[in-house]
């Protein structure tokens, strides 16, 4: 089952905050974090593994409920370079790696 | 550093014509993905693969095959091309499965008319 993303789109100003959340109703191992760019690939942004842990990369950190199967990613003044449709990806114990349908994200000035 | 290498970059294909997307690593990956994106949507696995010779279905496998010889390498054929068929196709590939990130070729974007 694909994992549920909200909202769809988000139009922020420069500097504004957001969260993007991810949730599932499979028992989870992973929750991957991308952001796609228009025309181009997916880029990793970063990976939660089982166990509640936060990570962070420099203003964009996450979280992870495993309790929940609830992951969110959360945004902090927000860059123009933030722009792009961010994808959550689960992992299951097949190892297949499956994702939402996107959060599509504007930053303007 | 190639890391996960996708030909051709475009093709357009007739109906009914098949091919192949080729799809190679060389960075000693054992999983191996292949995605699906339409235009303005998600991506949505078509096949995946665990190790040589090992293959599974993904959420739309329908309409393609793959085989994994090699563990560089992770074909994916279109058999009796339609125009639902096209899309950006994406291939991946990660050390430890859905453990670790996962690494995107630059896509294939597919028209079939």
């Known amino acids: 089952q694909q994992p549920v993303q909200s909202p769809q789109a988000v139009i922020l100003r420069e500097g504004e905050d957001a969260v993007i959340n991810c949730s599932s109703s499979k028992a989870l191992y992973s929750v991957h974090w991308y952001r796609q760019k228009h025309g181009e690939a997916p880029v990793f942004l970063m990976i939660?593994?089982?166990?509640?842990e936060q990570k962070g990369h420099e203003k964009i950190s996450a979280s992870f409920n495993e309790k929940k199967q609830q992951s969110s990613l959360y945004l902090t003044a927000s860059q123009l370079s933030y722009s792009g449709t961010y994808f959550c990806g689960t992992a299951d114990s097949s190892y297949k790696l499956i994702f939402g349908s996107g959060t599509r994200l504007l930053v303007r000035p | 550093n190639a890391g996960v290498t996708q030909t051709p970059k475009f093709r357009i294909l007739k109906i009914g014509q098949s091919m192949t997307l080729q799809c190679a690593q060389d960075?000693?990956?054992?999983?191996m993905y292949w995605y699906r994106q339409d235009p303005g949507m998600g991506l949505k696995l078509i096949y995946y693969s665990v190790g040589a010779g090992i293959t599974d279905k993904g959420e739309v496998p329908n309409g393609y095959n793959v085989s994994r010889s090699t563990t560089e390498d992770f074909p994916l054929r279109l058999e009796l091309a339609a125009p639902s068929q096209t899309s950006v196709y994406f291939c991946?590939?990660?050390?430890?499965?859905?453990?670790?990130?996962?690494?995107f070729g630059q896509g294939t974007r597919l028209t079939v008319v």
């Open positions: 939660l593994l089982k166990g509640g």
């Open positions: 991946a590939s990660s050390s430890r499965g859905g453990n670790t990130e996962a690494f």
């Open positions: 960075m000693n990956h054992n999983y």
